[in-house]
């Protein structure tokens, strides 16, 4: 008999969570042992931008109601008004009930052997529902996260009946600060799916002339949502040194978000119009960053920053901060890529220079890459998943 897993999300937008969450869903689906339910909570279509990218045998259930999604996302844009900001608290609080008996509702009257909160939403809605295999996943550094929500975590973790976590350091973090749910960590790499990014590196069918043209220059790289956590005006003000030192490499940067305006006006401010770009969000980055002379990330915390294996992938040298957590085990302790202490603008723009300017370091960092990135196939975490199962 096969095994009835439901996977909850949030959403399916752009972001590293849900690419992960897609890269399980490709492998899990050929499992001809599990029957998979994606359960996702917001639903606007066009925003689920990875829905197209679930895989066909595996159902998805939307928790909201689309007209109420998009009701909730108009009033969002204009809460400076006092009157509408009211007014959007209470649609808010409706749409969050109905989420909550609906969810409660479909996994009572639906048995599923494991239910995986993949980013430990659901279990505030499921508290007080006997007999539930819960699993909880946890995608970025615990001591990151603000004081409030280290305190709800504990509450969470509470209820899970395993945690997962995705590196070696969030273990570590899970046993200093909740030593009462210590036991549950399980550590799973988030694994990559190896076959479709070598197949995207090449496939430039969607991009345009200006991206063709783009591909054909000197560039560095960085990919991530722009939010103010990924540092990215402070990567302008590296690259603005760099280039003072001679370095002719431009600026890509790919992503979007709420911090794009203040990235913009560092942009301005340090005269760069002509050598930093913002190009959005892109669903297939790789040729980017195949193309790119090296992938730079300036994150002040992550978990495990899988887009570092996705430019290792690509046999791009990736050089970051060393932010708890992640960085320094995907890159072997600086082995395997420019490891740099945190916050140190004039390391991070010396390793660079030194990585452009010497071959032989690029070779053994690329062979170290080699090494490293075969710890995230999906073959190196299948048995350690299905233990949870």
């Known amino acids: 008999m096969k ?75 204009n809460k400076k008004n006092p009157l509408i900001r009211g007014w959007y608290q209470v649609v808010l609080y409706y749409a969050r009930r109905k989420g909550r008996e609906w969810l409660r509702s479909y996994l009572t009257k639906n048995y599923f052997d494991a239910i995986i909160d993949f980013d430990t939403g659901a279990v505030e809605y499921l508290r007080g529902i006997d007999n539930l295999n819960l699993i909880g996943w946890t ?18 973790f509470r209820d899970y009946k395993h945690i997962v976590v995705i ?24 694994p990559m799916n190896f076959e479709e990014i070598y197949r995207k590196i090449n496939d430039v069918s969607c991009l345009s002339e200006k991206d063709l043209k783009i591909l054909k220059d000197e560039f560095f790289i960085a990919v991530s949502r722009l939010v103010p956590g990924k ?13 003072a030192k001679g370095v002719k490499e431009k600026l890509y ?10 990235i913009e ?19 297939n980055p790789f040729p980017f960053m195949k193309a790119a002379k ?9 978990g495990l920053p899988t887009v570092f294996i996705e430019a290792m992938l690509c046999d791009t040298i990736v050089v970051a901060y060393d932010c708890p957590t992640g960085p320094r085990e995907i890159l072997s302790d600086g082995k395997a890529g420019g490891l740099i202490t945190l ?47």
């Not at 540092?231 to 280039?243: D, F, G, Q, T």
């Open 231 to 243: 540092n990215r005006a402070e990567l302008v003000e590296i690259y603005a040194n760099l280039k």
């Open 294 to 302: 090296m992938f730079l990330h300036t994150s002040m915390g992550e």
């Open 253 to 262: 940067i790919l992503g979007d978000g709420p911090d794009r305006i203040n």
């Open 167 to 190: 590196c070696d350091d969030m273990k570590k973090e899970l046993e200093e600060m909740y030593p009462e749910s210590a036991i549950k960590g399980v550590r799973i790499y988030n």
């Open 3 to 77: 095994k009835k897993i439901a996977i909850y999300s949030g959403q399916l937008y752009m972001g590293g969570i849900e690419r992960v969450l897609i890269n399980y869903l490709e492998k899990l689906s050929k499992e001809p042992e599990l029957d998979i339910t994606l359960i996702i909570k917001e639903n606007i279509p066009e925003k689920n931008v990875f829905a197209s990218e679930v895989p066909k045998n595996i159902k998805i259930e939307y928790i909201k109601d689309e007209a109420l999604c998009r009701k909730t996302e108009e009033l969002s844009k």
């Open 343 to 389: 916050g140190n603008k004039l390391e991070f723009e010396n390793k660079v220079i030194k990585i452009l300017e010497d071959e032989d370091l690029q070779n053994s960092i690329k062979i170290e890459m080699k090494k490293k990135i075969n710890e995230f196939s999906y073959e190196a975490v299948r048995e350690s998943l299905f233990k949870l199962f």
């Open 265 to 283: 006006n560092k942009i301005k401010e340090l005269n760069l119009e002509k050598d930093v770009f913002l190009l959005g969000e892109r669903k």
């Open 139 to 156: 995608h970025f550094s615990l001591k990151g996260l603000r004081k409030k929500r280290q305190i709800r975590a504990k509450g969470k």
